[in-house]
């Protein structure tokens, strides 16, 4: 008897060594109820996982998955102490994937369940200053080769931007079919390449002043959308930046821009009237192909070449000024503009490359200018209403036209 009391002693002298000593080391944490983040947001559930692991093996790992799972984790009784949510505008990680560099959060993917989305200003204390999809190597080739959407699972429908925002990067919200509306704040600067690409819910996007560029792709597929205000701010708007936008009606370029990049607007079906200023110095190759409901536009008068394909398959185009400050029409470049049935070539151009006109089985007469000195094959082919096309005498060879037989040819 006497043995089995000292033992008793001795064996609970070495337990409170044992406890004495974890605790001293800070491996062990009796529950003492909730303990709050710090300030700094240092406390992550991946921290507390990484040291319930490693120092207490015999832990009950459930609690700080189940953490994971809830919004209202106050409190872990029953693990390595409690967990709370950070203090001031940061969130859970569970919510976000994201990177820190040079003391600034960049947002990669939103991994909640939210259908209202409000972008914290702070991450672990550091501003988010930029949001940017990262594609995985398999959806990049995918996007590379097949030119199709990175599916992604993402239900939200309304996206609010805190103003510590500076960038909306590359494939920010790129798939996010289910996305209504988004407010995006003064602080923003640039919206990047494929940005909305395929937010097939989005109607209406309003691109604040501080905005200078609009990426590649920016807004290519957002088949609902209807209005977008592009700020004065904005000097250049990349290629296929709204291609297949189907719902839109009207646009209003800014007298900032100065260059409307190829296949802007290519597959806009209802855009019915633009006004591009006089700013716009360079319009792309396609800009306008198959905007089929497309009545009149007015050329810009600083614009040196309507380039090949610009308003290929506009059959609805009426009418359309040429500036004289154009001086070489494209190949295609009124290719199926079936509606047109006068145009007015000015004195400036020169060249009038293969099938320009084709296909304009409208187009009633032309006048071709003194000044132009080359042609291209099959101009007019298709040109079925042609009646009188008057050509100078300096142009030779006309055989290669295809003008048709019935038209009445002048020569000037």
Not at 144 to 156: A, C, I, T, V
Not at 265 to 281: D, E, Q, R
Not at 301 to 323: A, D, G, H, M, W
Request: hydrophobic residues 35%; charged residues 20%; contains cysteine.
């Amino acid at each position: 008897m006497e043995l089995l009391i000292v033992f008793a002693i001795l064996a609970s002298g070495t337990l409170l060594i044992y406890f004495a000593i974890m605790f001293f080391k800070g491996a062990y944490k009796p529950n003492t109820g909730s303990t709050k983040h710090d300030k700094a947001g240092n406390n992550t559930f991946d921290q507390h996982k990484e040291r319930c692991d490693k120092n207490i093996p015999n832990v009950d790992k459930v609690n700080v998955d189940e953490a994971r799972q809830s919004d209202k984790y106050e409190s872990v009784p029953d693990g390595c102490g409690s967990i709370v949510k950070p203090y001031g505008s940061d969130v859970i990680e569970k919510d976000y994937e994201y990177k820190i560099d040079s003391n600034e959060v960049t947002i990669t993917k939103y991994i909640g369940t939210e259908e209202n989305v409000v972008i914290p200003a702070k991450i672990q204390g550091f501003p988010v200053t930029k949001i940017e999809f990262k594609l995985s190597s398999e959806e990049s080739i995918e996007k590379l080769f097949h030119g199709s959407m990175p599916r992604r699972n993402n239900s939200f429908k309304t996206v609010t931007i805190w103003d510590s925002v500076i960038s909306i990067g590359n494939y920010a919200f790129v798939g996010c079919s289910s996305l209504e509306s988004i407010n995006i704040p003064d602080s923003v600067t640039s919206i990047g390449n494929n940005a909305f690409e395929g937010c097939t819910s989005l109607k209406n996007i309003k691109i604040p002043d501080s905005v200078t560029s609009i990426g590649e792709h920016a807004f290519m597929d957002c088949t609902s959308l209807e209005n977008i205000n592009i700020s004065n701010s904005v000097t250049c708007i990349e290629f296929y930046a709204f291609k297949g936008c189907t719902s839109l009606e009207s646009i209003t370029i800014p007298s900032s821009v100065t260059y409307i990049g190829e296949w802007v607007f290519k597959g806009c079906i209802s855009l019915k009237n633009i006004t591009i200023p006089n700013s716009v110095i360079e319009i792309g190759d396609s800009a306008f192909y198959e905007c089929s409901s497309l009545e009149r536009i007015t050329l810009p008068n600083n614009v040196e070449c309507i380039r090949q394909n610009t308003f290929s398959k506009c059959s609805s185009l009426k009418n359309i000024f040429i500036p004289d400050s154009v001086t070489s029409i494209g190949a295609f470049a009124f290719h199926k503009c079936t509606s047109l049935k006068y145009i007015t070539i000015p004195n400036s151009v020169i060249i009038i490359e293969i099938c320009a006109f084709c296909g304009c089985t409208s187009l009633n007469s032309i006048i071709i200018p003194n000044s132009v000195t080359s042609f291209g094959l099959l101009v007019f082919v298709e040109c079925t209403s042609l009646k009188r096309i008057t050509i100078p005498s300096s142009v030779k060879e006309i055989e290669n036209l295809a003008i048709p037989s019935t038209a009445e040819i002048i020569r000037a």
